[in-house]
């Protein structure tokens, strides 16, 4: 396999896992429709959180860590010819593909029990844990060849082998005759944290790429992923100062997020800023731009939410809605005008490209904003029905645009799937030349 | 690198180093006031909690999946003592600012009573939840504290 067929494979990976988070997600609106739910090979009650499980699972861990790997693999080819053949490759491929079809199977044949803890939600069931060792070890494994670049992609990949440490550190600490609940919860908790350093650090590598220039300039850059891989390095180590349930060892991978991110976020986004508005790119087309632009306003204003959390209500999935959303923008458009082009694909630009990054981009910003006013005036998240309390006119128009923005976001993400897995199985194979 | 860049990246490492500073010294900074003890006998934290009144000063509130029991009802502006305790596994007891003007985020050890001084000032109703992921209807865990004058 050619670091180039490698490219590929993460992107197919990437985008199928969207594919199959969008299955899943058809299937637990069959699984709650009556009638139709009672035609479901499954049993559906058990179903619908296994479903969800698999959903959140495949749309958001298995995509960004695929993306990973694919921003690691395009790099490396910068430093080696995109012929260059990869023994690591097939092996970490292979994990990864082996890792999501134990992802899927507790669900399909109904084994063991959902958890929706934070992060990595899990199914109490061997084959699941055996999945996600599998996947996380895959990208371990990309990491640590990333490492020998020395730059900021070798960065982020530390950052990533940081967060395996903080898991396996967890799974040391933690008592074995702890509740599969609080069990689930801990052993994500930490790394869970440091994952969200790793989704910055990708986009600030995708953005860069996108651009084809160096986007930050030199110490900036340093400062921003430094400061990025100093406060994810803190991660560890305070499992050895604080016991693993204590309200200490919680607390604080809060405020790592609270102190560590905003300021690599700020940095990275006025240096875009400076290149969306002053500077002449011969790559810089309008459905660059756009997808740029909307890409900072949502990811930003998901961080700007983020200020203003406090407790259960709707402020919280507005906060990551709108910062995933961002970084989903990112990646969107790394794969459109990189990636594809790179494994030889050329996506064609026309109306729905360019309607897909709207609808996307401004529905997500709808849905999130949707759900920020609805916090602020004490609707709880995740509840449907009488238990939300929409006792008045704001409470109600301000969910009601959190539905509509979802589903505008919902039909961005779909032509977006539908689109990029049309172009790459039009665009045929890779054959190995070297 | 020009002057003004020395400038700015000397700016950004004094804002890292303050945030750094922030985060460590916010570790193992629990809630204010609040203590805790080792429940002997549930049998009678139970019953505080079934008999209680508004007008006691010491008030009782067990949180088990997926419920908080009994539905507390306050006096506004008397001052009280909340024992929070968990029946079952983690759970964790959150109060929205808007109640006391801070909001309270205590977690939950199973069989250990959290004791938390509160007084609220404005008679309303204020949400309290679960903020510990604690089992698949987590998200269910919600309540409310019922403050009259």
Redesign the interface.
């Known amino acids: 396999m050619t670091l180039k067929q490698e490219c590929k494979a993460w992107t197919i990976l990437s985008v199928g896992a969207l594919a199959i988070a969008g299955v899943f997600a058809l299937l637990l609106v069959l699984s709650r429709t009556p009638y139709v739910q009672d035609l479901l090979p499954w049993p559906w009650t058990s179903f619908f959180?296994k479903g969800l499980v698999v959903h959140v699972i495949f749309s958001f861990v298995v995509w960004f860590l695929a993306t990973m790997g694919a921003v690691f693999t395009h790099r490396l080819v910068k430093h080696q010819a995109e012929q260059t053949f990869t023994k690591l490759g097939p092996v970490s491929i292979g994990l990864a593909v082996l890792g999501c079809v134990c992802l899927m199977i507790p669900a399909l044949f109904d084994l063991g029990?959902?958890?929706?803890?934070?992060y990595v939600p899990v199914m109490n069931h061997p084959i699941y844990y055996a999945g996600l060792i599998f996947l996380f070890l895959s990208l371990a494994l990309v990491s640590l060849r990333q490492l020998r670049l020395l730059d900021a992609s070798a960065c982020c990949a530390f950052i990533y082998l940081i967060a395996c440490i903080c898991f396996l550190l967890a799974w040391y600490a933690l008592p074995a005759e702890l509740?599969e609940?609080?069990f689930?919860?801990q052993l994500f908790w930490g790394g869970g944290h440091i994952l969200q350093f790793v989704n910055t650090a990708l986009l600030v590598l995708v953005w860069s790429a996108v651009v084809k220039k160096r986007l930050i300039?030199g110490?900036?850059e340093w400062?921003v992923f430094g400061?990025l891989l100093?406060?994810a390095g803190?991660g560890p180590f305070?499992y050895m100062?604080?016991d693993i349930?204590?309200?200490?060892n919680?607390?604080?991978y809060t405020?790592?997020l609270?102190?560590?991110l905003?300021?690599p976020s700020v940095?990275a986004s006025v240096f875009l800023i400076r290149f969306l508005l002053f500077e002449q790119n011969e790559h810089k087309d309008r459905l660059m731009a756009t997808a740029l632009w909307l890409s900072l306003l949502t990811y930003n204003l998901g961080g700007l939410y983020g200020l203003f959390l406090?407790?259960?209500?709707t402020r919280v999935p507005a906060h990551y809605h709108a910062v995933i959303g961002g970084i989903n923008l990112g990646f969107m458009i790394f794969y459109h005008r990189i990636v594809l082009p790179f494994i030889g694909i050329h996506p064609v630009n026309g109306r729905w490209l360019t309607l897909q990054y709207w609808f996307y981009g401004l529905g997500q910003i709808m849905h999130a904003s949707g759900m920020f006013l609805a916090g602020l005036q004490?609707v709880?998240?995740?509840?449907a029905g009488t238990?939300q309390g929409l006792d008045n006119i704001d409470k109600i128009l301000s969910m009601g645009l959190m539905g509509i923005g979802g589903l505008i976001a919902v039909v961005g993400g779909v032509l977006f799937v539908v689109m990029t897995l049309n172009w790459i199985v039009k665009g045929g194979r890779i054959h190995e030349t070297a | 690198?020009k002057r003004h860049?020395y400038a700015?990246?000397s700016l950004?490492?004094l804002?890292?180093l303050f945030?750094?500073y922030?985060?460590a010294s916010?570790?193992?900074?629990?809630q204010k006031n609040v203590t805790y003890r080792a429940i002997e006998n549930w049998s009678d934290f139970n019953n505080n909690a079934n008999t209680q009144s508004p007008d006691d000063e010491d008030i009782y509130l067990i949180a088990r999946q997926w419920e908080w029991s009994p539905v507390l009802e306050l006096k506004a502006g008397q001052s009280y003592l909340l024992h929070v305790a968990s029946e079952?596994?983690?759970h964790?007891f959150?109060l929205?600012?808007?109640a006391t003007g801070q909001?309270i985020?205590?977690?939950l050890?199973p069989k250990t009573e959290y004791i938390i001084p509160l007084k609220i000032e404005q008679e309303g109703q204020y949400?309290i939840?679960?903020?510990?992921?604690?089992?698949?209807e987590?998200?269910?865990m919600?309540s409310r504290i019922i403050v009259r004058k």
């Open positions: 959180h029990t959902a958890e929706l803890n934070n509740a609940p609080s689930n919860e300039e110490p900036y400062a400061i100093v406060f803190s305070v100062f604080s349930l204590s309200q200490a919680r607390d604080f405020a790592l609270r102190y560590g905003p300021l940095i406090d407790g259960t209500d004490g709880p998240r995740k509840t238990a | 690198m860049d700015i990246l950004i490492a804002v890292a945030f750094g922030q985060l916010s570790f193992g900074k629990t079952d596994i983690q964790a959150h929205e600012k808007g909001s985020d205590v977690l050890q949400a939840g679960c903020t510990q992921y604690c089992g698949i987590h998200n269910k919600r």
